[in-house]
């Protein structure tokens, strides 16, 4: 049977560790932050601590397995699908791992879930530019979706058609329609601009210069573009 300073050792290890995994989520904002990967080592660590607390001749790995499946099913959770690409499968991979800290914390393998909490935090620090690198050289952003602004300036009568236009425009393509809005330009024309934010997985700029383009024939329209949008634009 283990001694309670042992428990108490072990346990409080499981949080340090899973704390040390959360702070570097937690300084990039990410949704599983410093919070969840404590909790989330802290219990794993308690089953393992159940698990060696009940009597020798039951099969004490089956808890750590429950843990492992348990796990499972939070870090879906975090993971979600916008648009055409998916998000939160980083930080439902680093749950998985300070679940895995915590249990060999649990077993008292202080050593090994040290290296395990230290290998997790410079993976996630150092693999990011690594990977940042290797998309560009492949010119594709699979961590980094791209946003985009259309702006459109036609007359009063012209602007329901307009907007009208830019939502089956966008429907009809993989952008993400993040904001649509018209604006009385009151410089007695009676012309307003219409504007949309749209995002995008991929690298959209030729469909960009599509939309424009067929935009640019309708009637009432005096002139249309697109931008490139920093996510700073807007308070955005």
């Given amino acids: 049977m283990m001694s309670h300073l042992a428990f108490v050792e ?3 290890l499981a949080v340090l560790l899973g704390s040390v995994i959360g702070v570097e989520r937690q300084w990039r904002q990410r949704h599983a932050g410093l919070r969840t990967n404590s909790l989330v080592a802290a219990g794993s660590g308690l ?3 159940l698990s060696q607390m009940i009597p020798t001749g039951t099969d004490q790995s089956r808890i750590a397995s429950y843990v ?3 796990v499972g099913f939070l870090g879906a959770g975090v993971i979600m699908r916008d648009g055409t690409s998916v998000r939160g499968l980083n930080t439902a991979a680093t749950l998985w791992c300070s679940a895995a800290v915590g249990c060999l914390a649990g077993y008292g393998l202080h050593l090994e879930a040290a290296i395990g909490a230290l290998t997790v935090v410079t993976m996630n620090i150092c693999l990011r530019p690594l990977a940042k690198v290797i998309n560009r050289q492949n010119n ?3 961590e980094q979706d791209f946003y985009y602004r259309v702006t459109v300036v036609c007359k009063e009568e012209s602007e329901n058609p307009i907007r009208y236009l830019l939502l089956q425009a966008v429907s009809a393509t993989t952008l993400v329609l993040q904001n649509l809005k018209s604006v009385d330009l009151n410089n007695g024309s009676h012309t307003v601009e219409v504007s949309a934010d749209v995002e995008s997985p ?3 700029n030729q469909l960009l210069e599509q939309i424009v383009s067929r935009l640019g024939l309708e009637k009432g329209v ?7 949008k920093n996510l700073s634009e807007d308070g955005a």
């Avoid at 005096?222 to 490139?228: D, E, F, G, Q, R």
Wanted: aromatic share 18%; net charge positive; charged share 5%.
């Fill in 10 to 12: 072990n346990f409080f």
């Fill in 47 to 49: 089953f393992v601590l």
């Fill in 68 to 70: 492992v499946s348990g």
């Fill in 140 to 142: 594709t952003s699979i």
């Fill in 202 to 204: 991929t690298n959209q």
């Fill in 222 to 228: 005096s002139s249309v573009a697109w931008k490139a």
